[in-house]
Structure formats: C-alpha cells, structure tokens
C-alpha cells in the first residue's frame, strides 16, 4: 500500500473511516521516530500503538504510552475516560520524518531528514484524505508550514494544499514537552471538534 517514501507507516484505526470520538476523520502528525536501530522498521509507529493499547499498570509513565496519555488530555480534558482503545481506534496518526532520528528522545532531525520526508506527507494525506489534521509540536508545524503550500487561517491553523486538494491543519505543543492542558485543550477541542 506504501510506497519507499513512507519507510515508518502510519497506524490507522479501524474506526478512522467513521470515527466514533471525533467530528472529523483525524490525522494526527507526530515529528519524528526514536528507537534503537534494530526497531526501526516500517511496523514501528504501528506497534507503538498496538503496546499502548494493550498495556496497563504503569502505562501511563513511560514512553509512548506517556505520549498517548498527555495526547488523550489535551484533546479531551485533563479527567478523559476514553483510554488509548478510544483514541486509537478512531484516528490515524504516523511522524512526519520518516529517518531514524536517533536512539531517544530530544535529538532534533537535519534539515535534510524535514525536506526528504515532505514526500511522504503527501502520500500520506492522499491515501487517508483526512478531514482535520492535527499536528503536534511547533518546530514540526512550522517545518510542516515550509513544505506544504498553505494559507493561515490564525495562529494554530492553516489551510494545506496538497495535490490540489485543501485540508484543514491546526498545531499544538508536543505532548513530550512541558504541555499546558489549561492552554492547549480548548485550542485542540475547538479545533476538532467544533
């Protein structure tokens, strides 16, 4: 289904057509992806997902899971009840840079891995056709913004163009930095479901 150029696929829930928790069929737009080398393959983001969904105890502490938990607040409210089955399932959600960044977190991609990973973004947009498309971080926006012709619409959202088709995109802070739920909840919730 993916070309070379989408080397990490995207996960899509099976509820992403028709989503149960969402107004609109939702892209969500992560940066980038760390694992040691020997993880990196093309199941990486899917697998993620999978082990989130699948996980309890401690899940909400670590890693991915942690990820998933700060994502789910931001969206629908610091006390969600939703769990990773809700949000997963209906959403579908990959990393724009699609090079191994490095083996953790906070290693920032080059300006080369941005500019080859455009490629796939475009796929990507054309084969799910998203309705809203939530992308997560300000660096990742703005180099979103960059590649993809657009016109803003305000200081969170734009309007993409990619192969003649517009899609409406909106930014919040990533959720593995210092998120503000106070701030950027009603940002997300006016934005995906209004």
């Known amino acids: ?14 509820l ?12 969500i737009v992560g940066e980038s992806n760390y694992t040691t080398p020997d993880k990196y393959k093309s199941s990486l983001v ?19 899971c942690r990820f998933s938990t700060k994502l789910r607040r931001v969206i629908w409210g610091r006390h969600e009840s939703f769990g990773p089955l809700g949000l997963w399932n209906s959403v579908a959600f990959y990393n724009f840079v699609q090079p191994l960044v490095g083996d953790r977190a ?3 991609p080059t300006d080369e891995m941005w500019n080859e ?3 796939a973004f ?4 054309q084969t799910l056709n998203p309705v ?7 660096a990742n ?20 163009e990619v192969a003649s088709t517009s899609f409406r995109a909106g930014f919040i802070n990533h959720p593995s930095s210092s998120l503000s739920y106070t701030t950027w909840h009603p940002i997300a919730k006016t934005f995906l479901f209004a």
């Not at 992403?16 to 892209?27: D, G, V």
């Open 46 to 64: 899917i697998d993620c997902v999978l082990d989130d969904m699948s996980t309890s105890g401690d899940r909400d502490t670590v890693g991915f």
């Open 132 to 138: 809203r498309v939530l992308v997560l971080g300000k």
């Open 16 to 27: 992403y057509p028709s989503p149960l928790h969402f107004k609109y069929r939702t892209l």
């Open 141 to 160: 926006w703005e180099n979103l913004l960059r590649s993809v012709p657009h016109k803003k619409i305000g200081p969170y959202i734009a309007e993409l």
């Open 122 to 125: 475009v796929e990507v947009m």
């Open 106 to 108: 906070r290693i920032r």
């Open 117 to 119: 990973s455009t490629a």
């Open 1 to 14: 289904m993916w070309s070379d150029a989408v080397a990490v696929h995207p996960w899509v829930g099976n």
